[in-house]
């Protein structure tokens, strides 16, 4: 347990729906990334907040994805009208300022059928 | 292009040495680094390098050579609890915090 974690762990939906997932980083860390990864592939990098400010959004990230860390603490990311092509791992991190190591969330395991 | 090469897979033997090798082409380098992440879980932190050299930590050393666009991760008297996924990843340039990751290398270690 790396002291990060999300809910909820697991979560099936139906093509179309949108889903929300929550992550809370160890309480003073004030950077906060959210990361997707399919099987067999390294994590890919969604966005990254520095405390509530969002600095950077991967050009790749639709826009049906949104991300919130409203008060610099826990962030959500929601994915709108869901495809299956969203199915994968969402997984969470945080970090200390310049510090070097990201600790990892468990992680939440999308399904769209 | 942003571009992360590493061996999809390696076998190794209990007790034995094992390198794992990275290469990187990014618009920018602001460090390198290896996670371990065993089947069905988070990847957990291993090591840091950001000027070039050897950096040890027990079992684990890694090794950076930016002007080659190169790293290896060196594991030393292999367990068997060392069978995971290796990710190699990439700090984009200073003043971003992005991550690059490569895809992995599966590592399994048989007795």
């Known amino acids: 347990d790396t002291g990060v974690s999300q809910n909820p762990r697991h979560k099936i939906t139906k093509r179309g729906q949108n889903v929300t997932f929550r992550c809370d980083p160890i309480?003073?860390?004030?950077?906060l990334y959210w990361y997707r990864q399919t099987l067999g592939q390294g994590p890919e990098f969604l966005t990254y907040?520095?405390?509530?400010?969002?600095?950077?959004k991967s050009r790749l990230l639709s826009d049906r994805f949104s991300a919130e860390r409203p008060k610099g603490s826990f962030s959500t990311l929601e994915i709108q009208r869901t495809e299956q092509g969203d199915s994968a791992m969402y997984l969470c991190a945080s970090s200390l300022g310049t510090g070097n190591e990201q600790f990892f969330g468990p992680g939440t395991r999308l399904t769209v059928l | 292009g942003q571009n992360i090469d590493q061996p999809t897979e390696m076998t190794a033997t209990e007790g034995a040495i094992v390198q794992i090798n990275c290469t990187y082409q990014t618009s920018g380098f602001n460090g390198l680094f290896w996670y371990q992440q065993h089947a069905g879980e988070a990847p957990t932190f291993l090591s840091y390098?950001?000027?070039?050299g050897l950096e040890e930590k027990g079992r684990f050393s890694s090794f950076l050579s930016r002007s080659k666009g190169y790293s290896y991760l060196l594991l030393k008297e292999l367990q068997m609890k060392d069978s995971a996924s290796y990710l190699c990843?990439?700090?984009?340039?200073?003043?971003?915090?992005?991550?690059?990751f490569g895809t992995g290398t599966r590592l399994k270690v048989l007795a």
């Open positions: 390098n950001v000027l070039d």
């Open positions: 907040f520095q405390n509530e400010a969002q600095l950077e």
């Open positions: 990843a990439v700090r984009d340039q200073a003043g971003t915090y992005k991550y690059i």
């Open positions: 309480s003073e860390h004030n950077r």
